[in-house]
């Protein structure tokens, strides 16, 4: 799955202008969540910061190996697939509590699935991932079956990955969304501790842990305490690293260039620049097809070919990225090698707008048209829920000026942006998708059935030979097939020029403070957090 990327400043200012480093409890870390929750219920959320609480809870039947990429036990022993890859069963693993001291069974697996289908709760984005399921039976206390319905190439996957969720506590009628909001019932290693609104959520460790005795995790998982602050203005949390106050941030490229130099940075943190193979992000600006400007393609187009951003890598991201070239990582396997990046070409992009009718009729700088009757400026607001990327939006909003086009930056807290992102109550949007799986799937956010209700394709693309290509790669398990097929969808999307594709990052970069230590800097499927100790 993917997820979307990205209170008291004052007081967080003068905090980390004191000189002395401040004593903190004993094997407790301070990571870095950049940004709040929009709802820690598993049943509504949609956001990353809730998804990464989340994660600290909640557990699958399988995980992934980070070392092999291999499926290994969690919830569930064993697993056996049928002949016709159509039936998946599942034993699982006995004397598995929750936090709250209730059993784990068979009933919470099927509610789990159960529960994404259920429109009373906002798990709409979800459902593209587990349309392939048709069921999930009960065979007894530990014995779970899922049957499928087609032949989606990812059905195990998303079967074995599916977070399990308490059907006790969200089918008790005394419970509501707010009661959802506060607490999170898991398995996993944490539980929430304390939820301090605007500022932190205090995770610890959860007593009930099935894995805590077990022989292959001793060594994972030996932090007691895990605080998770919000903090998103990026000079508030440098300093706090700094100073020894927070002790893991994930770093931008211009941060780990520019703004972690000097004696304090030397004496307490570590850098590091690695590398792995987990697909990596992108951040975009999306328009609104439902637009009257930006439903025009050429529109698209031209826009996207005023934005310099051979410039940006240079000056914000010291080169040590890739330009995007569509919608999947260009080193990924998926990724069509003749799609190029679009190139920034005003005089080009000009020449299209004229051709589409757009001129500057009243002499006031701005080119217009009539549309629907109104004439019309070519001016497009653009939301932005993250103050980093602001000055990237000022270069495109001064080259764009040039050539008659406004752009409006509008700087929104997130808990708005989502909200007029649900509505689908905005001109344009700059954001980012995380990097997803190994294998691309990219029905979540491109096929037209992902437009309706909360579905990640707000910007509303919709194109029915993608739909149709889409469709066919998930139904195959031949991979060369796959790859062929979703290539021609990198095509198709970044030929309709939905959104801008800003970069795709080379390399993992993060600071940590050294009190941590930890066997290695990354892992080839994941940085190995869990395997980290305080010395």
């Known amino acids: 799955m993917r997820s979307l990327l990205f209170s008291g400043i004052t007081t967080l200012i003068l905090f980390v202008s004191c000189t002395n480093q ?39 039947l399988l995980s992934r190996d980070i070392e092999t990429y291999d499926w290994k036990p969690v919830l569930a022993t064993e697993w056996k697939i049928s002949k016709d890859k159509k039936t998946y069963d599942f034993t699982l693993r006995q004397g598995v509590k929750w ?30 991932y587990y349309e392939g399921i048709k069921e999930v039976q009960v065979i007894d206390k530990y014995h779970v079956r899922y049957i499928t319905k087609d032949e989606y190439f990812q059905n195990f996957d998303i079967a074995a990955g599916m977070p399990i969720l308490p059907k006790h506590f969200y089918e008790d009628p005394t419970k509501t969304e707010k009661d959802f909001n506060k607490v999170l019932i898991g398995t996993g290693v944490y539980m929430i501790g304390k939820y301090d609104r605007g500022q932190k959520i205090t995770m610890i460790k959860n007593p009930y842990w099935w894995g805590k005795d077990l022989p292959e995790h001793k060594d994972e998982y030996r932090i007691e305490k895990v605080v998770l602050k919000f903090i998103s203005e990026e000079n508030v949390y440098l300093e706090l690293l700094k100073k020894g106050d927070l002790d893991y941030n994930g770093l931008r490229n211009e941060a780990f260039m520019k703004k972690t130099n000097g004696p304090l940075w030397e004496k307490r943190v570590v850098k590091v620049k690695t590398q792995n193979k987990t697909p990596k992000p992108y951040s975009f600006i999306g328009w609104n097809y439902k637009n009257k400007i930006l439903k025009d393609r050429e529109v698209r187009k031209a826009l996207g070919m005023l934005v310099n951003r051979p410039l940006m890598a ?11 070239t569509g919608p999947v990582y260009v080193q990924s396997d998926y990724a069509n090698p003749d799609v190029k990046p679009l190139a920034f070409d005003p005089k080009g992009a000009l020449k299209i707008l004229r051709q589409a009718g757009w001129k500057d009729t009243d002499k006031d700088g701005l080119l217009d048209k009539v549309i ?8 497009i607001t653009i939301l932005e829920p993250n103050p980093i990327y602001v000055k990237y939006l000022t270069i495109y909003k001064e080259d764009a000026r040039k050539v008659g086009v406004e752009i409006n930056v509008k700087p929104i807290e997130w808990n ?3 909200k007029l992102l649900d509505e689908r109550n905005f001109d344009a949007v700059r954001l980012g998708w995380a990097g997803g799986s190994i294998d691309w799937d990219p029905k979540q956010i491109w096929h037209s059935d992902s437009i309706k209700g909360l579905g990640s394709n707000f910007v509303g693309f919709s194109n029915s030979e993608v739909d149709r290509l889409i469709d066919e790669a998930r139904t195959s398990y031949d ?18 020029y939905p959104y801008v594709f800003f970069f795709n990052s080379k390399y993992s970069l993060y600071a940590h403070n050294k009190r941590i230590h930890k066997p290695r800097d990354t892992f080839p499927y994941g940085i190995g957090q869990q395997y980290w100790v305080i010395k």
């Open 22 to 60: 401040i004593e903190r409890p004993k094997n407790t870390v301070y990571y870095n969540l950049a940004g709040e929750p929009t709802t820690l219920s598993p049943l509504s959320s949609s956001d990353a910061y809730s998804s990464e609480v989340q994660g600290y809870v909640f557990d699958s």
């Open 99 to 128: 936090s709250d001291g209730v059993e784990l069974t068979a009933e919470d697996v099927k509610y789990s699935f159960d529960v994404i289908f259920t429109d009373k709760y906002k798990s709409v984005q979800y459902r593209t």
């Open 314 to 324: 240079q000056k914000f991201e010291y080169n040590m990225v890739e330009l995007a």
């Open 372 to 379: 629907n009757g109104v004439k019309t400026d070519l001016s």
């Open 416 to 418: 708005s942006f989502v």
């Open 479 to 496: 991979r060369d097939k796959r790859i062929r097929l979703l290539r021609r969808v990198h095509e198709l999307i970044s030929n309709d």
